[in-house]
């Protein structure tokens, strides 16, 4: 289900109680971790993060009226989704993740190509989300999008 709240607060108050705390924990996550230049706000009624036009006019090449996108998260109605695209597109992300996960939650890994599912709401683990957050600027999102869009 796709929220049509415009900002991160309106879509966070929208949630079930038992969702709110979970949500809120993971954006603080995001924005104390978030390196400089991404911006946050409403993305495919997520709370997403993109390359904003001022540092990558051309924009999303699906639809470039848009900003790069980057990450984003929400609550599903039976777990939490976190996406994140620089694991689909950088290997080695997504390596790194995979084996640094079991020593930060004792429940299985349940992933997509970039969605990570947290089923156990009470088992997200932040530290490790926050590390993931960091890994990536701007500027390496950009490159990594470009020498893979010139691939197709």
């Known amino acids: 289900m796709t929220s049509k709240a ?3 607060e309106e879509y966070i108050s929208e949630l079930p109680e038992d969702r709110k ?11 104390t971790n978030l390196p400089e230049g991404f911006q946050e706000g409403m993305s495919y009624g997520m709370i ?9 006019p051309a924009g999303y090449h699906c639809t470039p009226q848009l900003p790069l996108p980057f990450m984003s998260f929400t609550s599903q109605k039976n777990f ?6 620089g694991m689909y597109a ?20 349940d992933m ?10 009470d088992a997200i683990p932040y530290e490790l989300m926050g590390e993931l957050v960091s890994k990536m600027t701007p500027k390496k999102w950009i490159d990594i999008y470009e020498t893979n869009l010139k691939r197709f």
């Open 6 to 8: 415009t900002s991160p």
């Open 21 to 31: 705390s979970a949500i809120i924990k993971l954006r603080k996550t995001v924005l």
């Open 48 to 56: 997403g993060y993109v390359v904003p036009k001022s540092l990558y």
């Open 80 to 85: 939490i989704a976190f996406y994140h695209m």
């Open 90 to 109: 950088k290997k080695e992300l997504l390596d790194w993740f995979v084996t640094e996960y079991p020593k930060h939650c004792k429940y299985k890994l």
């Open 112 to 121: 997509g190509k970039s969605c990570i599912r947290f089923k156990k709401i």
